[in-house]
């Protein structure tokens, strides 16, 4: 079963195994990002945190031995036993990196316990979530005016979910008198169990009910706290240089924060990074999709961030026209 969710990870272009591990558990280093971006697969970024790296090198193994993938000297491919239709383990869809699920989905089952043992005047039972970071979170949250709210809220944001939904997630929720029959058992019932939560998620994103946004917490920033500092001060003009002298850190990291943030939406100043020589000469291998070793080789006066950052836009389709 594992097997048949990480092939899907693979296709005709080359892609080293390790990208897809770390990719899938979290690592957000820019070239794992990079790599991600190049393969269409920035959205299941820490789709599976508790993945182990044997658990996944013996997937590989196994794929490898049956010729569904086959090694080249620029990583693995499809394979000719590769399977032609969808495969048996569908990945969530509806999942987005930014949603925060696992620390939501405690914090939820929690909230609903705690709230439905309280409505019976019930002091007297054991958490369903015994991690005190999540307790504390859920006892904070319930000081909070909105939370008087949040029967009714829930119930409005169940409704707007497909009934298979809602009921498979009212199936795992704990309260008075109540414990969900649910279990989450296979892979691939793992993977559905994420897909609803991300479908209750992503009603709650747009709806923005107070008390469910404030048990939840908002999206999850996808960057540390100074990689937005580093885009904020180089957005208002100023250099590399003088950012990494000012906050004490290396170059290569102020580099690293604004690329990061690019793969991930943030809109660089474009004009501030190239001389209009080094932007002219970018711009004629627009779609070529080089490497960027060929790039720098090809571009007189350019540096590795420059190539980097057009590789990014241009992947985007957000290269500037002009």
């Known amino acids: 079963m594992l097997e048949d969710f990480i092939i899907q990870f693979f296709s005709d272009q080359p892609r080293r195994g390790p990208a897809v591990y770390l990719l899938l558990t979290g690592k957000k280093t820019l070239s794992i990002l990079f790599s991600a971006l190049q393969h269409h697969q920035l959205?299941?970024?820490?789709?599976?945190?508790?993945?182990?790296?044997?658990?996944?090198?013996?997937?590989?193994?196994?794929?490898?031995?049956?010729?569904?993938?086959?090694?080249?000297?620029?990583?693995?491919?499809?394979?000719?036993?590769?399977?032609?239709?969808?495969?048996?383990?569908?990945?969530?869809?509806?999942?987005?990196?930014?949603?925060?699920?696992?620390?939501?989905?405690?914090?939820?089952?929690?909230?609903?316990?705690?709230?439905?043992?309280?409505?019976?005047?019930?002091?007297?039972?054991?958490?369903?979530?015994?991690?005190?970071?999540?307790?504390?979170?859920?006892?904070?949250?319930?000081?909070?005016?909105?939370?008087?709210?949040?029967?009714?809220?829930?119930?409005?944001?169940?409704?707007?979910?497909?009934?298979?939904?809602?009921d498979r997630l009212a199936q795992r929720l704990v309260g008075h008198d109540f414990v969900g029959a649910a279990q989450v058992g296979s892979l691939t019932a793992s993977l559905d169990a994420t897909n609803d939560l991300a479908l209750l998620v992503a009603a709650i994103a747009q709806q923005k009910w107070p008390a469910l946004w404030d048990l939840w917490g908002g999206p999850t920033p996808l960057l540390p706290p100074n990689a937005k500092v580093v885009c904020d001060r180089f957005a208002r003009g100023e250099s590399r240089q003088q950012i990494a002298q000012q906050m004490r850190l290396r170059p290569s990291t102020v580099n690293e924060h604004l690329l990061e943030a690019t793969i991930l939406g943030w809109q660089p100043p474009v004009g501030q990074v190239y001389p209009a020589a080094v932007k002219a000469a970018l711009t004629a291998y627009q779609g070529q999709q080089l490497d960027y070793q060929a790039l720098l080789d090809a571009v007189p006066g350019s540096e590795f961030f420059q190539v980097r950052l057009f590789q990014i836009l241009d992947l985007q389709g957000r290269w500037p026209h002009d």
């Open 43 to 166: 959205q299941w970024l820490q789709l599976y945190p508790t993945l182990a790296r044997a658990d996944f090198q013996a997937a590989l193994n196994t794929l490898l031995a049956q010729k569904r993938l086959r090694e080249t000297e620029a990583g693995l491919v499809l394979g000719p036993n590769a399977p032609d239709s969808a495969s048996p383990v569908p990945l969530p869809e509806a999942y987005q990196p930014w949603m925060g699920l696992a620390e939501f989905e405690r914090r939820l089952l929690l909230a609903v316990q705690v709230v439905s043992e309280a409505s019976f005047d019930n002091r007297r039972y054991r958490p369903a979530v015994a991690e005190w970071a999540t307790q504390q979170a859920v006892r904070t949250w319930l000081k909070h005016p909105e939370s008087a709210n949040f029967v009714s809220e829930l119930t409005a944001a169940f409704a707007t979910l497909p009934t298979p939904v809602a």
